[in-house]
Each structure stands twice: as C-alpha cells, then as structure tokens.
C-alpha cells in the first residue's frame, strides 16, 4: 500500500495517486496525534498588490464551508476536544488538527470539508479583516515585531521574500472575496499537498481514510517561483522618538540543506543563543549596553541567514553594534573554543530532545525535513549531526560565510545612521 524502502523503524511516506503525499512518525507511547496540511501557498505566492492576502486566507478558511457556517465548525471542534489551527510564512502554510488518536476520523472529516468547501462568507469578512488591521497596527507600534519586517526586506530586496507576512494596511483594505477564492483555486491544489501525521495511529487507516476523504480532489497548482536574493550591505533607519534603539542585522550563512547547516547552528548558538553566549556575556553581562540581544538562524528554501537583534538605548547605541560588529568579526577570524563547542552541543540537544517530544513538534519537524530534503529525519539523525560538528568544520563555514559581510542592518529609533553606525564598518 505505501512504499517504506529506506525509512527509518515507525516512519511512513505514500503518495497518493492525485499528487497529495503523506508522511508519518509513530509515537505509540501517546494517545494523541497532531496532524497538518502544508501547502505552497503563502506569502510569496499572493499578487504583488495584494499584500496580506494569505494571511487573511488563514483567518477565512474557518469562516464556513458548504456544510456548516463559522459556529457550527467551531462547536464540531469543541466537541471534539479537538486543537486546530492554521498559520502562513514566507514560503509555506500550514492548516493543522492536534486529537486523542480516537478522534482521528471525525476530525479529518472536518478538514475535509474546510479544505475543500470552503465558502468564504461575504458577513465574516469584514470581521476577520479588522482582526488583520488590528495585528498590523499591533506590529507597527511595536519596534520589537517591527525591527525584522524592515532588515528583511533589504535582506531580501527584489524578491517576494522581501513583502510583510500581515501585508500593508492599504492592500488588506482592498482584499475581496473573489481574491480568496482565486487563491484558493490556484493554490490549493492536491499536487501541491503535503500531509503529515505524529502520534499513536495505524498508518495503513491514516493512508487509507485520506485516499477516502481527499482522493477525488483534483487539479494543478503553478509550480512556485524560486526567490533568489542577492543581498548587499546595507543600513536601513526608521526614525522614532523615544528612549529605545531597536537593532536588527542578518548577514547569509548555511540553510538547512547545506552540509554546514549543523555548525552553522552550533555558531549561532555560541554567538547569541543562550545566557552563556558571547554577545548576551560581552554586550549585556559586561557592559550593560542591552536589555535585550540574540541571535539565531532563519532560512529559506534557497537561503539562509544568521539574524541578530539588539534592544538598547540611544545614548549606547553606537557602542552596543560596535561591540557587537567586533564580536563577529573576532569569531571569523578565530572560531570558536573547545569549550564553547561542547557547551553548544548539550545544549543544542537539549532542545531538540525537548522539542521533539511532543507530537506536534514532530509532526512539523518531518515536514520541514520532507519539504526540504525530500527525506524524514529522526531525532538521532539531528543529535549525531550536531554531535560531529567540528571546531575545523566551524572555522570552514565562517570562511564560507563571513558573519559580517555582506551584513544588512536595520534599526528602529531616534539616531541617524552617523550616530549609529559612525566608522564602525570601514
């Protein structure tokens, strides 16, 4: 029934014939499952003037089907006891279902219809779209969530990577049913379908309820378009009066296909991902510069990015990337300790042992592995890559990738970019 030549013990792949292709990890020590639908329907899919579309599309999508109206789909969950959700990134969206594994075919029943039929009521409209607003506003007033819209953007510049997950307040204001629906239409489409499961089930059911339920399903979503940046050094202000500095930089490193991916993470982790790390001891500890700094990996398909973040204030903003900038470019040059090393590594798999415990963290690890590698990684697999990173391998990926170059900079405050920046790139 399902092909598993080459899959690890408990782990599942079938495709079904219209082009949807499911994926599995068994965890029998639970009694629930998490379940989701990952499409290629996002942000970088929606028209160029139609900022916020997918994300509006996520709140929609449980506004009513051909069946039941928003209440009634509401109740079914309820009672239920049934989790759900939908969420939209960059590149990908996900609708998703968390149920005691008994629940499992009533629940799919309902994603069914939500997927399917969904109808998009012109009175729920209105409502979800102020809920939109209400969360641009939200972003907008708050530098913290603010900060990394603006570095992205230049980041990313001349690609759809570069547009706002929550859209602009002028283009949400426009959005109208039809443009839902057109979306959908293009979008959600059963070649264009990944579905994944993690939990206590019986994978030949699973296989078979979802041929049942979604095999008729047919169509053709538009292959999606690579987003390739270049980025460029740069610096981005945004003036705002105040007694904060908000500080935002990435700078390319590996992404998660790349052979360095893992000692790109074990840098990062050094870097800024803990108390013990370098700029929370050299910045903060040390100097007392922030009230806030980290730094951590974003990626996409096709690139990936060391992000840093720093919340100072203006009369230390100058010294806090100074420092910061200087820290960077003595981890190029130097690499990292042993000791550090070591450190990072228990840490590392500390959360990943943490994160993966749980089968919704499971069921969209898989997911993330699938639609990057076309492959389902296991937990042992991440904690043996971690554990083999090397300080040689370390000092490989900052030669591949210079933390400070090309470095896009952002902030969010009352400095010009002579009082921020001064000569601290040259």
């Known amino acids: ?57 996520e709140y929609m999508l449980f506004q009513g089907t051909k069946t039941k109206d928003a209440r009634a789909l509401n109740e079914a969950f309820e009672s239920l006891g049934a989790r759900k959700g939908a ?18 075919d009533t629940t799919l029943n309902l ?54 997950v929550l859209g602009t ?19 959600y489409q059963p070649n264009n379908v990944l579905f994944s499961i993690a939990g206590n089930f019986d994978w ?41 500095e908000h500080i935002g930089m990435m700078v390319p490193f590996p992404n998660y296909t790349d052979p360095d991916y893992y000692a790109a993470l074990v840098v990062s982790e050094v870097l800024g991902g803990s108390m013990a790390s370098r700029l929370f001891v050299e910045v903060r500890e040390k100097r007392g510069l922030v009230y806030s700094v980290s730094a951590g990996l974003a990626g996409n398909k096709h ?22 900038i200087n820290e960077l470019r003595k981890l190029e040059q130097d690499g990292i300790t042993a000791d550090e090393l070591e450190r990072a590594k228990v840490q590392l798999k500390s959360e990943n042992v943490m994160r993966g415990e749980g089968s919704g963290s499971r069921m969209s690890a898989i997911l993330r592995s699938w639609w990057y590698e076309q492959r389902l990684q296991t937990i042992q697999e991440v904690k043996d890559a971690i554990d083999a990173v090397t300080q040689e391998q370390v000092l490989r990926v900052l030669k ?27």
């Open 204 to 244: 030949e059911h699973v296989v078979e309820r979802v041929q049942d339920l979604f095999g008729d399903w047919q169509g053709e979503a538009p292959p999606s378009g690579e987003q390739l940046p270049n980025p460029q050094q740069s610096v981005s202000l945004e003036f705002r009066e105040g007694k904060q």
């Open 111 to 164: 994603f069914r219809d939500i997927l399917l039929t969904p109808t998009f009521p012109r009175e729920e409209l209105d409502q979800m779209r102020n809920l939109v607003l209400q969360e641009i506003r939200r972003r907008d007033d708050e530098p913290m969530s603010r900060i990394f819209e603006l570095v992205r953007a230049n980041f990313y510049k001349g690609t759809a990577l570069s547009r706002l």
């Open 400 to 426: 591949r990738y210079s933390p400070v170059h090309p470095l896009t900079i952002a902030a969010i405050g009352p400095l010009s970019q002579d009082e921020l920046i001064g000569d601290t790139l040259s």
């Open 1 to 57: 029934m399902s092909d598993q030549q080459g899959l690890p013990p408990n782990y599942f792949y079938h495709k079904l014939p219209n082009g949807i292709e499911l994926i599995g990890q068994r965890m029998p020590s639970l009694s629930s499952i998490s379940f989701g639908f990952q499409l290629d329907a996002a942000v970088v899919h929606e028209p160029a003037d139609k900022q916020g579309l997918a994300h509006l599309f």
């Open 87 to 104: 969420s939209t990134s960059l590149e990908t969206a996900m609708v998703w279902g968390q149920i005691v594994n008994t629940k499992f």
């Open 169 to 187: 307040d002028e283009d949400v204001r426009k959005l109208q049913r039809q443009d839902l629906r057109d979306f959908w239409q293009a979008r």
């Open 303 to 324: 690139i990936g990015a060391l992000r840093i973040y720093a919340g100072t204030t203006p009369e230390q903003g100058h010294e806090c990337l100074e420092v910061i």
